[in-house]
Each structure stands twice: as C-alpha cells, then as structure tokens.
T-cell receptor
Framework: DAGVIQSPRHEVTEMGQEVTLRCKPI?????LFWYRQTMMRGLELLIYFNNNVPIDDSGMPEDRFSAKMPNASFSTLKIQPSEPRDSAVYFC???????????FGDGTRLSIL | RKEVEQDPGPFNVPEGATVAFNCTYSNSASQSFFWYRQDCRKEPKLLMS???SGNEDGRFTAQLNRASQYISLLIRDSKLSDSATYLCVVGVSGGYQKVTFGTGTKLQVIP
C-alpha cells in the first residue's frame, strides 16, 4: 500500500518566493497533519485537518503560512513570501480514527537562501 | 511543565546491551501512546503502540504506568541498527487524533 506521499523532496529557493508543499495522505485516513522540524526547535505541529476541515492552526508561525485541504486525498502548505528562517524539513502525516498512529511522508527539505 | 518529556541522551551503549528509556506525560486524560524512531535526516517511523497491559515486539518491550504517568521502552540485545532517536508520543482521545511528540532520546549503539 502507498504511504503518505510528499512533494517535492527538496526545494531550494530565494527569499521572497512563494513555496508550495504538497501531500497525499494514505487512502482512508481522515486526519492530516503538517509538521516542521529543525535542530533548534524539534518537531512542531503547524496545523491539522480532520475530514478536510482545519481543526487547529495555532502552530502556524504567521500569516505567511497557509494550508488547504480541498479533498480527502490532497493538501498543500504554502509560504508566501518565504524567508531564510523558514528553512526546515516539513513533514506531512496522516492517521485513521480511533487512536490510530500517524504515518509520515518522507518530508520536504526546504532551503530558503 | 512540558506535555511530554524525555531525556535527550545520548545513551551510548555497547552491542548486546539492554537499554531503557522513560517518558513522562502531564495530561492524565491521555489515552494513546506510541514509540517512534527517527533516523538522521529521515521521517519518524512508528516503532510500536503502547498498550495498558504492556506489550512486546521482538527485542522491544513497551510499558505504560498510568498512575505515575510515564511510558517506557526497553531494548534488549542492542544492535548497531538500533542507533536512532526514539520519540515518545502521547495523545488525548477526542476523535481528532492530535498527539504530542517528545523531543526524543538519542541512542548510539557502539561496536
């Protein structure tokens, strides 16, 4: 079975540019999570969706970050405009109901120059 | 107090040794518990769920102590391939599956 699929795997861009990260959750999972990981701050939850509805976006750093989930099989995380401090690994994860564990994608390694 | 706390380590142990990690959580309403492992520059991967009665998967044993609000992971006969960061994960039931990750305990198994 396919796991969580993220794209791109790597992104290098200049500050000020728009960055779009994509995620396809595991089929049948109804919760989707976006995380950011850095050496300094560890793994941080940015936002999560349940049945395509954003439930908690309190982890989103600022208005430059936005996330959408237009359907059960696709989500995006956008950063506009990007800044060097946004450089990190961004993970998407999904889970089913009833206390099921989350499964992570391979992550997107983002570098903002 | 952090929601989930772990000793960051590193734990440096020789091959074949037994090593144990503990993790404490602050929310007494927590209902789901997991251990994940994360290799350098890789995604976190589920190692095992932790059940109330404790559970074992090969060389790995997980325990839950609700009274003291901690979970533990025991690794027997450590292998070089066990070298990784182990993340404690705790969730509160409510249907939304949100969990809190600990910052991880680093294990280095030495030849």
């Amino acid at each position: 079975d396919a796991g969580v699929i993220q794209s791109p795997r790597h992104e290098v861009t200049e500050m000020g540019q728009e960055v779009t990260l994509r995620c396809k959750p595991i089929s049948g999972h109804n919760s989707l999570f976006w995380y950011r990981q850095t050496m300094m701050r560890g793994l941080e939850l940015l936002i999560y969706f349940n049945n395509n509805v954003p439930i908690d976006d309190s982890g989103m750093p600022e208005d430059r970050f936005s996330a959408k989930m237009p359907n059960a099989s696709f989500s995006t995380l956008k950063i506009q405009p990007s800044e060097p401090r946004d450089s990190a690994v961004y993970f998407c994860a999904s889970s089913g109901t009833g206390g099921q564990p989350q499964h992570f994608g391979d992550g997107t390694r983002l570098s903002i120059l | 107090r952090k929601e989930v706390e772990q000793d960051p380590g590193p734990f440096n142990v020789p091959e074949g040794a037994t090593v144990a990690f503990n993790c404490t959580y602050s929310n007494s309403a927590s209902q789901s518990f997991f251990w994940y492992r994360q290799d350098c520059r890789k995604e976190p991967k589920l190692l095992m769920s932790v059940y109330s009665s404790g559970n074992e998967d090969g060389r790995f044993t997980a325990q839950l102590n609700r009274a003291s609000q901690y979970i533990s992971l025991l690794i027997r006969d450590s292998k070089l391939s066990d070298s990784a960061t182990y993340l404690c994960v705790v969730g509160v039931s409510g249907g939304y599956q949100k969990v809190t990750f600990g910052t991880g305990t680093k294990l280095q198994v030495i030849p």
